[in-house]
C-alpha cells in the first residue's frame, strides 16, 4: 500500500491554499460587517446528533458518514461533522442561551466530511463558511442572510443565480408531503432505486430523482400549498431580494438534501464549477433547537462551500504565489550573522523577507532569488560587512547600488508602498 493521499482528499499547496485563504478571508470580512460572532466546534460529535438533526433518511447521514465506536465503556457512536449546523445548534443549547440569551449570531470556518463519490467540485473532505442566527422569525433575517451572500461573491466577482423556494411550516407541510407520496406512488416505476425506498420514508428528497429530471415537472409544488402565514413570510423575503437586486429565481423544486429545513430555502448556482454547481446553500430551520432539547428558538444560515467558489474564480489573481520582497544572499560565516539581523529588521518594517541558504555560490543564488520571484537581492560579503553597506539589486529593473545597511529596511519599505 502506497502511503497517497486518499480519494476524495487534497493537498492544498502554495496558490491552490491561497485561494481557499482569500475566499475564507471575504466571508468573514462580509459577516464581521453584519455584526456577526465567531463561533469554534468540535469536528467530533456524537453520530445521534446528526440522526436527529441533518435527519436519518438523508444521503449525508445514511451513506456519507464517517463513524466509529469510541474507545469508551459504551462504545459511543462518533462522527466526523458533515456540516456545521448541528454542532453550531448543540454548542448553543449546550451553553444555555436558547433560554439565557436566545438571539444570537454567528459563522464558523472549518472542514467537512462526507465519503460521497468524488468529482469536480465534490470531495470527501471540505471548507464550509457557515452563518447561523438564532432568534429572529421574520423574513427580513432571511433577506438579509441572501444580500449577505450577494455582497460576498459581488466581491469576488462572481456570476451566480439565486433559487429560493419556501417549504412551509408544521401547519401546511404535512399537506405537500401528502400531496408528493400520492404523486411518487403513480410514478414509481420511472423513478430510481434509490427513490423505491425515499416514498415512504422521505418523499420531498422524490424531487431530487435523478433518473428522469423532467417527471419532476408534474410533481407537486411547494408553493401551492403554503399556508396563509407561510405565503405572506415568502412574499416580503421576495420584495426584499428583489429591492436589494439579487439575482434571483423561484425554483418550486427546491427541497434541499438536510431534513430540518422550514419556509424559506435558497441554493446559489454558479455555472462554472460544472455538476457540482450549488456553491452556497441555506435556508430556515424553526423547530431544529427545540427537536434538540433546546427551547422553540426559530434558526435560519447559509454555508459557503469554500473550494467550489475558489474552483469558480480559477482566475489569474488567485494564482499568484507569494513572492518576496526580498531575497538576502549572505557570503561567509560572518555575513550571515548580519544577514539574519537584516532580514529582522526588514520584516519589522512590513516587507516579506527571505533569508538564502548560505551554503551555495552567487550566481547559484542570484538565480534562486529570481526562480521565487524577488523583486530585490541584498548581498552582503565581507568586504560590505567591513563598509557597513550592503548590494541591493533590482531584479526587475536590473540595476544595483550600495545602501548603508541600517538604512535598507526603511529605504525598501517606503518603496514597496509607492
Ligand atoms: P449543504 O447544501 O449540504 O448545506 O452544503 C452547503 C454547501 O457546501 C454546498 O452548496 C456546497 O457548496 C458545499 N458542499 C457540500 N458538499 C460538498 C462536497 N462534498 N464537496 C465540496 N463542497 C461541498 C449545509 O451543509 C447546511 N448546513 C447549510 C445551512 C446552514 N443551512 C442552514 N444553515
Redesign the pocket.
Known sequence: MGLTRLRGFQDLIGPDARAVGIVEDCARAVAERYSINEIRIPLLERLELYQRSTGETTD?VEKQMYAFADRDEAQTTLALRP???PGVVRAYIDAGLDRSDPEQRFYYYGP?F?R?RPQK????Q?N?F???IFGRADAACDAELMIMTDEFRRELGLEVEFQVNSLGDANCRPAFRNALLEWGRAHLDKMCEDCHQRLERNPLRLLDCKVDAKLAESAPRSSDYLCEDCRKHFGMVEELLAKADVPYVVNPRLV???DYYTRTTF?VISKAVGA?S??????R?DGLVEALGGAAVAG??????V??IAIALETERFKIKGAPDAAIIAMGERATVSAVDLAKAMRGAGLRVELLSPERGLKALLRRADKIGARYALIVGENELARGVVQVRDLKASTQREIASGAVAAELAAAAND
Open positions: 449525508v456540516e456545521g449546523t467537512m462526507r460521497e467540485g465534490r470531495f470527501r471540505f464550509q457557515g452563518v447561523e434541499r438534501g438536510l441554493e457540482q450549488a456553491v452556497v446553500a441555506g435556508g430551520y435560519t444560515g447559509f454555508a459557503i462551500g473550494e467550489r
